[in-house]
């Protein structure tokens, strides 16, 4: 009889576990008896929800039209709060607010914007760009949600492995978000947006693939056990069992420039200032 990887208890085992959620097209990358129902449960509703609908992986999810499990097309909702929710920033005034993506039986993603200000900056030229803002509860899930994906493949691999003391700190911020606030994340661009959809001729007919997702954890400097998630043209890198590794890490990706994903909240200020220095010339 084994215990939850994350809080131990010694059961129920009734739902199978998806690594990857289904929402990204996973089907086959599945643990059984290894994670609660309550764990299972809450990560659906607590981070992988959160992280499918209100960050960049939302975003490749309509793009790519990776279709729920009930076959829909994914809707998404960039948007924030307007009020803080909860102690993690979840709010910031630089973030485009009221944007949503929507994806078409056609292939084609549609933008919906709902503030009249942005569509006449866009109409009119001076709007070319939109803002997202990781804010400190972005990453945080962020964080969480790669934690849980790199644990679990751990396990899938080596059930003991995954329950060692070095991945104690990995376990437990993914489930219960604490330990350290925030978890630090690499982040790279990979491809482009032409590998990822492919289309060919076979015995059926045209055939349309689409990469949804890829995801591996590795070794580097036999010292971090890295994993490294890639979702549309973005890699996501985490380090399991040691959050602050050194740039030796970035010899897991050569091919590509590893940032590091930080949220200070000098950096928040700096960015803040010159704008509100504009609106006070204005005045
Ligand atoms: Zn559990």
Not at 7 to 17: N, R, V
Not at 99 to 104: E, K
């Amino acid at each position: 009889m084994s215990n939850c990887l994350f809080c131990t208890a010694s059961g129920p085992f009734t739902k199978p576990e998806h690594i990857i959620p289904e929402a990204l097209g996973n089907d086959n990358l599945i643990l059984r008896n290894e994670v609660c129902d309550k764990c299972n449960q809450y990560f659906g509703t607590k981070v992988e929800k959160f992280v499918l609908g209100k960050t960049p992986i939302a975003f490749w999810r309509t793009f790519l039209g990776i279709r729920t499990k009930h076959g829909a097309l994914p809707h998404v909702d960039l948007s924030q709060p307007k009020q803080e929710k909860g102690r993690l920033a979840s709010v910031h005034e630089l973030h485009d607010n009221l944007l949503g993506f929507a994806c078409h039986e056609d292939h084609t993603v549609s933008v919906d914007i709902n503030d009249d200000e942005m569509i006449r900056g866009i109409l009119d030229g001076t709007r070319t760009q939109f803002t997202f803002v990781f804010t400190r509860l972005v990453l945080s899930l962020m964080g969480r949600f790669l934690c849980k994906i790199g644990v679990e493949l751990l396990c899938l691999d080596d059930r003991r492995l995954a329950r060692s003391p070095a991945f104690d700190k990995a376990r437990r911020f993914s489930r219960f978000g604490d330990g350290v606030e925030l978890w630090p994340i690499f982040h790279g661009n990979t491809g482009t947006l032409r590998d990822l959809r492919r289309r060919f001729v076979d015995a059926d007919g045209v055939v349309e693939e689409v990469l949804c997702y890829q995801c591996r954890v590795l070794e580097v400097a036999s010292r971090y056990t890295l994993l490294m998630f890639t979702v549309g043209t973005d890699t996501w890198v985490v380090s399991l069992n040691d959050p602050y590794p050194t740039p030796v890490i970035r010899e897991a990706a050569p091919d590509m420039t590893l940032e590091l994903i930080w949220y200070s909240e000098e950096q928040v200020k700096r960015e803040e200032e010159p704008n509100k220095a504009l609106d006070s010339d204005k005045e």
